[in-house]
């Protein structure tokens, strides 16, 4: 995502650095030459571009008035001794346990240590460090400070993150109704990503925006908020959009107006523009494209809808307008899997994949996203079918996107987030829904001039994994103790892990869900895992495309004339060759 904004202008007194809040550091101690010192060694230290601004309690009872009234403090140094020989840590209780702020970084700083002994201390508060102030040299000082940002910063991106995907996933089934007006689209998102702006405290707050759109009838603004909905009647910037739009080299823009474009096709091409977001966090600018591109999916799905719509006027049947409406959810799973181009740009792995839901909405989930250096595939499966089931596999899908674009690369952090995620969602939906899921994190490892190899992190519970090996030889990974059915429980930090597997040039990885071993024939007799391992093995030497088809079409033999009453989804991965990579 692409932002085009105006050069600014160099101001000999003002810099871009000095119009970013500062870091907000408390000093509580009842010494004022403490505060002094503090003082002098904060002047002029910077952290990510930001200056420190220092904020004096002589007591606890002066520290928590201000904590109250500051909400985006990063950093506490607080005394032990003050006004009584505990207020320091009742201070420190206070933080954590009455205000609920996990995010603050609390060192305790005391000159007293006999009083408050540093293990007793750090096994029964919650603070992050703790000195003696007679080991506090500018020096040591400046490294505890910027230590103690670094973890603060970190966190508030993770939060930030975390927030971001809850909220775009809560508006999830407001923004994928089929029926969906384009203006109320419109209005949907920009809210949602005012809101997303506004996440992190470390901004200017944000609340002025627009969403315009350019076609042959002129540029049209399609929704707007705050200042900048007097637009039309500024003539100056009407002609500054229309010449963007144009793609007029000359043309600029007032350099507090941010442009992000989020869609363009042969009709349209559309922009979000806000007011003031010149220092917004990459976090944040991720989790505005994110809801940028959900915007733009939903209009095609408002647009499939309006042709279904005029189809449904000559429905007569309930049962047939029913189906009708399915298959709008069903084209929605089908336009966010991963297209045969992007499968194909991928280098090292040759890739083919199936999906076929039964006569309802599916309810499997697959996917493959390459994102920088990583490449990662997923496969998984809801209980039941139908619209939810088919919703859930879309909240999954976004979630999985977000958490890949804020770069969380801890895979049991990455799944655990996921779970908590569609786990609330469940919730509020008052489902009885979960899913099995796993993924496979695939990185090319560096290889000979005649070999390519790579590796694959294993996590989350679902079928086994089945890697065919060169001559055939068949392996069955059981995944039951990689992870836990996710949006069942809350928590499944402790159910999950990780196993590593290594490619040579040619393996074979097959995945799969249980609506193919499943399968059921005339006689009820199921297909079964054995009699897949089978047909990889027989055709482990041909492409991703081929042992694809030869599975599908063995699989179809075996149900032969019977109904089919589960999804059947199918991930085929080859480990391609040198011969083949250099192709």
């Known amino acids: 995502m692409k932002l085009i904004k105006k050069k600014k202008k160099t101001d000999g007194n003002v810099t871009e650095k000095s119009k970013l809040s500062p870091w907000k550091v408390l000093v509580v101690d009842d010494e004022p030459d403490i505060h002094t010192v503090t003082r002098m060694a904060f002047e002029g230290v910077e952290f990510e571009g930001k200056s420190l601004q220092t904020l004096h309690a002589m007591s ?18 607080i005394d032990i001794v003050m006004e009584t020989d505990d207020a320091g840590l009742k201070l420190v209780d206070f933080i954590r346990n009455e205000m609920n702020n996990s995010l603050i970084r609390l060192i305790i700083r005391t000159g007293q240590p006999g009083a408050a002994p540093e293990k007793e201390v750090v096994e029964r508060y919650d603070i992050n460090d703790y000195k003696d102030k007679t080991e506090l040299t500018n020096k040591k000082l400046y490294t505890t400070i910027r230590l103690a940002l670094k973890s603060y910063s970190d966190l508030n991106t993770l939060n930030t993150s975390n927030q971001g995907l809850q909220s775009i996933l809560e508006i999830a089934k407001d923004l994928y109704q089929p029926q969906q007006l384009d203006n ?21 707050f944000i609340n002025s925006g627009m969403i315009v759109t350019s076609s042959e009838e002129g540029v049209k603004v399609q929704t707007r908020i705050g200042k900048i909905a007097a637009l039309n009647k500024n003539t100056d910037m009407q002609t500054c959009l229309e010449g963007i739009f144009k793609k007029n080299g000359n043309t600029s823009i007032p350099s507090n107006m941010t442009l992000i474009p989020f869609e363009k096709n042969e009709e349209r091409t559309s922009f979000i523009c806000l ?6 966090s990459q976090v944040e600018l991720n989790l505005i494209h994110i809801m940028a591109n959900e915007c733009a999916i939903a209009r095609q799905l408002a647009a499939a809808n309006k042709k279904i719509v005029t189809l449904n006027e000559y429905l007569k049947a309930d049962n047939v307008r029913m189906r009708a409406e399915l298959d709008v959810t069903r084209q929605l799973q089908q336009m966010v899997l991963p297209t045969e181009t992007e499968l194909k740009n991928i280098a090292d792995l040759d890739i083919a994949a199936f999906m076929e839901p039964a006569e309802e909405v599916g309810g499997d989930y697959y996917d493959v996203l390459q994102y920088d250096d990583r490449i990662l595939c997923g496969i998984g499966g809801v209980t039941g079918h139908g619209l939810e089931s088919g919703v859930l596999t879309l909240m999954v899908q976004t979630a999985v996107r977000c958490l890949l674009e804020s770069g969380i690369q801890d895979a049991t952090q990455f799944l655990n987030i996921l779970n908590r995620t569609i786990y609330k969602n469940v919730q509020r939906m008052n489902i009885d829904k979960n899913l099995t899921l796993s993924f496979l994190d695939y990185q090319t490892l560096p290889s000979s001039q005649t070999e390519v190899k790579g590796v694959l992190q294993l996590t989350g519970q679902h079928e086994e994994i089945l890697i065919a090996r060169h001559g055939g030889k068949v392996e069955r990974i059981d995944t039951l103790d990689l992870g836990f059915p996710v949006g069942w429980v809350a928590d499944i930090t402790n159910f999950v892990s990780q196993r590593k597997v290594q490619l040579q040039s040619g393996d074979v990885v097959v995945l799969y ?17 054995e ?17 694809k088809k030869a599975i599908i079409t063995d699989v179809q033999k075996h149900i032969g004339e019977q109904k089919v009453f589960d999804d059947i989804t199918l991930l085929v991965i080859k480990q391609k060759n040198i011969a083949s990579n250099k192709q």
Do not use: M, P
């Not at 109320?184 to 200017?204: A, F």
């Not at 007011?275 to 917004?280: C, F, G, P, S, V």
């Not at 009699?531 to 042992?547: F, K, M, N, P, T």
């Open 60 to 77: 606890s009872v002066e520290a928590q008035e201000i904590l109250k009234k500051e909400a985006d403090i990063a950093l506490a140094l």
């Open 184 to 204: 109320h689209i419109y209005d949907l998102v920009l809210s949602q990503i005012i809101d997303l702006c506004n996440l992190s405290s470390s901004n200017s």
């Open 275 to 280: 007011e003031n977001a010149q220092y917004l």
């Open 513 to 529: 869900t249980d609506g193919i071993t499943e399968a059921f024939n005339a006689d009820k007799i199921q297909y079964g895992i």
């Open 531 to 547: 009699r897949l391992c089978e047909v990889i093995s027989h055709h482990w030497q041909c492409s991703a495309e081929e042992i």
